[in-house]
């Protein structure tokens, strides 16, 4: 039996992190409407959401940023520079479209381009998640 080396309080961190933005995640994915209107669903709610999930997500960010998550990565493991250092430019970039999100007007989030747009950020923000996760 081997012992593994122990994890870092950052990735610890970060894992707990990815945990509570999932749920967040998940609150943005259930306000869409689906078939029949429900209660707490539609563009304002996910709007609503949106909000929401924006000190967190950028708290996250931050906290990796500050901690230098990637740079011990990339000590430990240099091949993994380059996914490193997409991972980081894609937080600046996945900050700005959700803030372009938030500010659109109520007419504009009524619009199938609006609710593409949030359904394209879902997607990409599970797949950071999961890229950085994997890494």
């Given amino acids: ?11 610890r961190t970060v894992f707990a992190e990815h945990r509570a933005l999932r749920a967040l995640l998940s609150q943005v994915e259930s306000a869409f409407t689906r078939g029949t209107p ?9 709007a609503a959401r949106l909000d929401t999930l924006r000190g967190p997500l950028g708290a996250h960010f931050d906290e ?4 230098r998550l990637f740079e011990e990565i990339e000590a430990l493991a240099p091949e993994q520079a380059g996914t490193c250092a997409r991972l ?3 937080h600046g970039t996945l900050l700005r479209r959700l803030d372009d999100l938030r500010c659109a007007s109520p007419e504009a ?7 593409d ?3 394209a950020l879902l997607r ?3 797949g950071h998640e999961e890229r950085e996760s994997d890494l």
């Fill in 1 to 11: 039996m081997t012992n593994a080396p122990p994890v870092p309080r950052a990735v």
């Fill in 38 to 46: 429900r209660e707490a669903s539609g563009p304002d709610v996910v």
């Fill in 64 to 67: 990796e940023e500050r901690a």
């Fill in 88 to 90: 980081r430019s894609e």
């Fill in 109 to 115: 989030r009524r619009a199938a381009a609006w609710d």
């Fill in 117 to 119: 747009g949030v359904r």
């Fill in 124 to 126: 990409d923000l599970h």
